[in-house]
């Protein structure tokens, strides 16, 4: 269902990776590696619940539901570490979960429906320090060529965002926020997200059998 490319494909397109440090050169990093552990069926009664909080959490992304989590399809759940539940359809990795936080979008789902959730923006200076995995700090949003949704539109501590990237077609970042758009704008200083799923990190790279 969605578009399968490398993250040296991904790269060529959106010019966030140097020609001269490919992300293939970092997978001895276990930011990059990520080995799954159990995996079971989903049973249909949980299915559904899933089904329905996606599109309660995610109101733009409702009607594609079926596209994404077909009725009659058969989820996945793989065991993370870390505590991180991944749930597949077949080989195809869409939303991951920390214990007991909002499902979350895999970038590849973000990828395929980008207009489906609520985003923000960083500059360029900020890029690689998302792409190497550090904690996403205030500046990167609130200086120039960072973004944020003006007042009416503000974003609450908690809520997921996706993160796009000054001058890039797609999104390199999806988490939750630590703190609020408004506060960020306020305090231009602070953690804004920690622990989110990266372009090129260990749930990206993920081999789902």
Known sequence: MFKKESVLAWRSRNSYYPESTPPSSKMTDPVYRMTPGSKSKVKSSVQRAIRTKIAETY????????????????????????????????????????????????????HAFPTCFSRIGIDRGAIRFVLSGATLMAPGLTSTGGRLPEAEGKLEEGEVVVIEAEGKEEACLVGQLRMGTEEIREKKKGVVMDGGHFLGDGLWNLSID
């Not at 399809?73 to 936080?101: I, T």
Request: hydrophobic letters at 45%; aromatic letters at 6%; charged letters at 25%.
């Open 59 to 110: 109101p733009l992304l409702a009607p594609h539901i079926d596209e994404i989590i077909p009725k009659k399809s058969q989820l996945d759940l793989l065991k993370l570490p870390d505590r991180v539940s991944l749930y597949a359809l077949g080989n195809e990795p869409l939303f991951w979960q920390h214990m007991d936080d909002p499902l979350i979008p895999h970038l590849r789902v973000v």
